[in-house]
């Protein structure tokens, strides 16, 4: 048993700590932002901007020319707004409800993105569609290590701590305001705050990390990290200062779990943390406090019902 | 069987450019109608869905199959994409997760795990990648084949049982009081979806095939409020973004079909959007303007109305400052609307333009709107129990929608009533201009 547990310190050595760290780190703002989103019924928003920011990503790279540029991430910013603006113009202005107005534009986007990138850069750029879809979690190794603390940290996993903690301490700042017009924007715009205001700020803030997180986990799998760490907290709790902790909790734990996928079945280390999240997941459906599906199997049994139907015809009035 | 297969041969043509094409209009009659059903139902993105829970799909059955035999793989991408759906449906049913959440979950996990099975047998599935970013270019004779039986089949299962599929996406409810079995239609309407996106997928890739399922049917859904019209214009700009993207890329180098199909379908979309005869955006702010300056000119008609009944009746022209203090406008502004009501000879100016008078059409349509305006807040203070001084807001609003036959009923119920709630009188239908008294 050990000796599974052993396994990615044995392949990795410290390597496998900056692995789960990165992935942690990238799925950590993701779960906070995804809670928020799926609260707000918007979690198919968050696949849309995932695909919108690409028309951002390449004009920005088209400007600056560098792929590190945080340019690039500025654009994808902009990039996402835009995309959130013509989703509201299109089912603001017309009977086409808000699930196609979104099908509508991130495809638009994406499609602009996509003709950009042919008719401009050609084929030598490295936006390539392998590092679209798998991500470069794996590569992450062989990158340059900034020396911080008096160890050698590969230099994404700081650019990705930065932006993690910035996420974070903007959630934290804003959270009553976020969680008032999640719930309730009306009461909030009475009581003088925004919601527009914070819509289009929680947009923005997501698409930019989703193009941070993009280059290690790939497009598509963003989504999953958006999504299946608050889905499994909502399972399992009622109050949502525990689903932030809980969310967080599955980030860490599918980080941790991914890595060992990776190691064990020789996987691609991004779609491995996404299984294990799903995992979780599977795991939250079937057992969870709250909405376990097994638990609620128990108490549906059959006499239990016709008690049910006993009390109800015995507590008739009877005169 | 032979008779069809040969058919089925002396269809596709034979130079790739012509496969192109043929592809793309295929494309947009297969997606052009299932994404009708698809924006009815809201359920726009389950596509999106579908087309990424096929990964596993694709892979297992290019792991299972090293002949590469395209019937396989796409029956286990079918297979794959219904799972989705299943487990999508399940979610909903079990859990407190909204729809969107499980379409999201799903759409991960699936492709997720296309990718982690994928990576586990890199050797054998190369093809993956190609299968799900597709390209119109590279689809043959096979490929065709397929696409056409399919389209064939979509747009006769479509046709034959639009009925039930479209009482199906707007109330299930109603269907199952009807004898429908749901269950079978649904699972009918998702297979039909399924084969849509996976035979799709070669031509145009994953992210776009929700393009053509989604933005030709919202389009059509823009323009018509009739569904077998909204069938038939959908399955129309399907062909028309298909061939302008098949058009664009073949002409134009390093012009990637699927995109180009996309934005072909988006600009079709955005024309709709915009020109569209009852439902686009400049028909509805034209009316919207239009209404806006119906209601102005009604209210400074009641206004004139107004100052005349102040003063008794006494005289017949208003200086136009009047109306503009009584009613808070500039003078400019109220000089403005006046014109536009002289146009419709409905007042007159006096020589200077600095007075006017209310001609006999002018005057019983003044009449009509403050009887409207009077008749309704009785009606709502006797009727609805409101309190006399909150009636005027609601009155102020359908004053300029209440016919003729809905005042008749309204002056029936009240009993021909002479006040109105605050004291003042209401005017009589066929009274004519009170000369020197007040009427009562």
Redesign the interface.
């Known amino acids: 048993m050990s000796v599974y547990l052993n396994q990615p310190w044995e392949v990795f050595g410290i390597g496998a700590l900056w692995l789960v760290l990165m992935a942690f780190f990238v799925a950590l703002p993701c779960s906070q932002l995804g809670s928020f989103l799926?609260l707000r019924?918007?979690?198919?928003t968050?696949?849309a901007i995932s695909?919108s920011v690409f028309p951002g990503v390449v004009l920005a790279f088209l400007l600056t020319g560098d792929l590190a540029s945080p340019w690039l991430i500025i654009g994808a910013g902009l990039a996402g707004l835009l995309a959130t603006v013509l989703i509201e113009l299109?089912h603001k202005?017309?009977?086409?409800?808000q699930?196609?107005?979104?099908?509508?534009s991130f495809?638009?986007l994406?499609?602009?993105g996509?003709?950009m990138m042919?008719?401009m850069l050609?084929q030598h750029v490295d936006l390539d569609?392998?590092c679209v879809?798998?991500g470069r979690l794996g590569l992450l190794l062989e990158e340059d290590t900034v020396t911080c603390f008096g160890l050698a940290w590969p230099g994404l996993v700081v650019v990705m701590a930065a932006v993690a903690v910035a996420a974070q301490l903007l959630m934290a700042f804003f959270f009553r305001v976020l969680l008032l017009s999640s719930f309730d924007a009306g009461l909030a715009a009475s009581l003088g705050y925004r919601p527009a205001l914070v819509h289009y700020g929680l947009m923005l803030t997501t698409s930019m990390v989703v193009v941070a997180a993009f280059q290690s986990v790939g497009a598509?799998?963003v989504?999953?990290l958006?999504?299946?760490p608050?889905?499994t907290a909502?399972?399992c709790t009622h109050r949502i200062r525990i689903m932030m902790v809980l969310a967080a909790i599955h980030a860490l734990l599918s980080a941790i779990g991914g890595l060992y996928?990776h190691v064990w079945?020789?996987?691609?280390m991004?779609?491995?943390v996404?299984?294990s999240g799903?995992i979780l997941?599977v795991l939250a459906?079937l057992l969870g406090p709250v909405?376990g599906?097994i638990w609620?199997w128990m108490a549906e049994e059959p006499d239990q019902s016709e008690q049910g139907l006993d009390q109800a015809t015995n507590s008739q009035p009877r005169d | 069987m032979s008779l069809i297969l040969e058919i089925l041969e002396s269809l596709i043509p034979a130079s790739s450019v012509g496969k192109a094409w043929m592809a793309a209009v295929l494309l947009g009659v297969g997606c052009g109608l299932l994404g009708c059903f698809v924006v009815l139902r809201r359920e726009a993105l389950m596509g999106d869905a579908i087309s990424h829970a096929v990964l596993p799909g694709v892979v297992a059955g290019l792991v299972y199959s090293p002949d590469r035999n395209l019937a396989l793989i796409l029956a286990c991408a079918v297979m794959a994409g219904l799972c989705g759906v299943g487990v999508v449906r399940v979610l909903e049913r079990t859990t407190r997760l909204k729809p969107d959440a499980c379409l999201a979950c799903v759409l991960a996990l699936f492709f997720a795990l296309g990718l982690v099975w994928q990576s586990k047998f890199q050797s054998e599935t190369v093809g993956v990648m190609h299968f799900l970013f597709g390209n119109i270019g590279s689809i043959d004779g096979n490929d065709l084949k397929m696409m056409l039986v399919s389209v064939v089949l979509i747009s006769v299962m479509v046709v034959t049982m639009r009925r039930p599929l479209l009482v199906m996406s707007f109330d299930p409810g109603f269907g199952r009081a009807l004898g429908f079995p749901t269950w079978c239609l649904e699972f009918l309407f998702y297979t039909l979806l399924t084969f849509a996106v996976v035979v799709s997928l070669q031509a145009v890739g994953v992210v776009l095939v929700s393009a053509m399922l989604i933005t030709p049917a919202a389009s059509a859904y823009l323009l018509t409020d009739r569904f077998d019209r909204m069938l038939l214009l959908s399955m129309l700009l399907g062909i028309l973004s298909g061939v302008i993207g098949a058009w664009m890329s073949t002409s134009m180098s390093r012009m990637p079909t699927g995109p180009v199909m996309t934005l072909a379908a988006s600009g079709v979309f955005v024309l709709v959007y915009l020109c569209a005869p009852r439902h686009g955006v400049l028909a509805k702010s034209l009316r919207l303007a239009r209404r806006r300056r119906l209601i102005r000119r009604e209210n400074t008609l009641k206004t004139i109305y107004h100052i005349l009944e102040e003063e008794g009746f006494s005289h017949r022209d208003v200086s136009v400052m009047m109306i503009a203090s009584k009613r808070k406008e500039a003078e400019d502004h109220v000089h403005l609307t006046c014109e536009g009501l002289q146009r419709q000879s409905l007042i007159l100016f006096s020589e200077d333009k600095r007075s006017l008078s209310l001609t006999d059409s002018g005057w019983r349509r003044a009449m009509e709107l403050v009887r409207n305006h009077r008749l309704w807040e009785l009606y709502l203070t006797r009727e609805a129990n409101y309190a006399d001084d909150h009636v005027h807001e609601d009155a102020e609003k359908i004053e300029h929608l209440l016919g003729p036959s809905m005042i008749r009923q309204l002056e029936k119920d009240l009993d021909f009533p002479k006040l109105d709630p605050h004291g003042r009188p209401i005017p009589r239908v066929d009274a004519g201009y009170p000369t020197g008294s007040l009427p009562l």
């Open positions: 799926m019924r918007m979690s198919l968050g696949d695909h299109v202005w017309t009977r086409v409800k699930d196609a107005a979104t099908g509508i495809t638009a994406f499609a602009l996509v003709v042919e008719t050609g569609l392998d879809l798998h598509i799998l989504i999953a958006l999504v299946l608050g889905a909502y399972l996928l079945l020789n996987t691609n991004s779609a491995s996404v299984v799903g997941l459906w909405d599906v609620k």
